[in-house]
């Protein structure tokens, strides 16, 4: 056989399957370097879209889940715990052999109301919340103790000027709710990775608090692995700058970093913040791209995408885990935050679950680094 008609049969063989050859992952390509992960939704992991299930377990090597293991949704009551959801997403990753990380324990969004009040419908005393708070987290906990690498302990606890945010439990507990959380989470599972998570950690004052947040825990002896950086991120902000210098603060504080909810909004946004109570009226202007994406802006995206990347890869010192914040463009939150809605493209596969074409120049890049 002629040498052309032979290279001719083998690029036949190989060429579609080019992403899936050789282990071709990004989780394969950032071995050693970080995690790669990503958000599971429960139709994922309960396997209603099969394709997407097998996807997750093939592309990466972490997995969170996006909503389940929320205050609100495993302790909607305060003598009740659902767990069925939560037992479920831990045993899909370790049936995976992914890491699994919890998230959050301590929230002000997604939590339900009985946990600050008192039968007249009034807040409780600082002692009730607290034993509340300890009886929340030593329950989760302890029940995936040994099984959960890590854990969200608190997330969002600042606004993006440094100041507390005026939740209630900063209104009832003061500051001290963050570091009793860290206390009870690291009392129910000694070997648990703990986490403060936040978005907009790229903005000087909130990392600025969040660093020092970071010195005082240490300063008390108490344990704190890593900071989340949510990085739900635009087109122009935050810049590549700003990332580097949070990083590069974070660092300095003694802590692992983690880019905890990874996505880049395509679209116009009133709005450069992650906090879930936000929300704009619909308009067309805001949501231009429902049929296509130009390819202009296609490349804009591409290119931050990639700068992004090569800045975590920089700081893979200290970067233990990017994880996603979904599987693909259709399941991401962003369609209907902060619009409900619209047609976001903001994360590494397409509608149909391909990779973008950013991804194979995503692992190009990991494995030359
Ligand atoms: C989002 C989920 O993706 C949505 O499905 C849900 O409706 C709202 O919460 N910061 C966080 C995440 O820490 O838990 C949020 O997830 C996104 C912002």
Redesign the pocket.
């Known amino acids: 056989m002629k040498i052309k008609t032979i290279s001719a049969i083998i690029a036949i063989i190989i060429l579609p399957n080019i992403h899936t050859m050789a282990q071709n992952t990004l989780a394969d390509a950032t071995k050693g370097k970080f995690l790669f992960g990503v958000a599971v939704n429960m139709q994922q992991v309960n396997g209603v879209n099969p394709k997407e299930s097998e996807l997750i377990a093939k592309e990466f090597n972490a997995i969170v889940a996006?909503?389940c293991m929320?205050p609100q949704l495993i302790h909607p009551e305060e003598n009740r715990y659902e767990w069925a959801d939560a037992d479920k997403v831990v045993a899909f990753g370790e049936k995976n052999k992914q890491v699994v990380t919890g998230?959050?324990l301590i929230w002000h969004s997604?939590i339900a109301k009985w946990f600050f009040v008192d039968d007249s419908g009034k807040d409780v005393t600082p002692e009730v919340l607290k034993e509340r708070m300890r009886q929340h987290i030593y329950t989760i906990v302890g029940r995936y103790k040994g099984r959960i690498k890590g854990w969200d302990v608190v997330?969002?606890a600042f606004e993006d000027n440094g100041t507390y945010r005026n939740s209630k439990f900063y209104r009832i507990l003061g500051k001290d709710f963050i570091k009793y959380a860290f206390q009870f989470a690291h009392e129910a599972d000694p070997d648990a990775e703990l986490y403060y998570?936040d978005?907009n950690v790229e903005t000087p004052a909130k990392c600025e608090a969040i660093a020092e947040l970071v010195k005082e825990l240490k300063a008390a002896g108490v344990r704190i692995d890593a900071v989340g950086s949510?990085a739900?991120m635009q087109m122009d902000s935050p810049t590549l700058d700003a990332t580097e210098t949070s990083f590069k603060k974070l660092k300095a504080a003694g802590v692992k970093i983690l880019i905890t909810?990874w996505d880049i909004s395509i679209l116009p946004n009133p709005y450069s913040g992650?906090n879930?109570s936000v929300n704009f009226k619909y308009s067309p202007e805001m949501d231009p791209y429902r049929v296509a994406v130009p390819d202009s802006v296609q490349q804009k995206w591409n290119k931050r995408v990639l700068d992004m990347f090569g800045l975590f890869l920089k700081y893979s010192d200290v970067v233990d885990r990017v994880t996603v914040?979904g599987l693909n463009d259709a399941v991401s939150?962003l369609n209907n935050f902060p619009i409900r809605g619209r047609k976001d493209y903001p994360v590494l596969f397409d509608r149909n679950n391909q990779p973008k074409s950013v991804v194979d120049e995503m692992i190009k890049m990991a494995k030359k680094i």
């Open positions: 996006e909503n929320k998230h959050c997604q997330n969002e998570n978005y949510q739900h909810e992650a879930i914040w939150w």
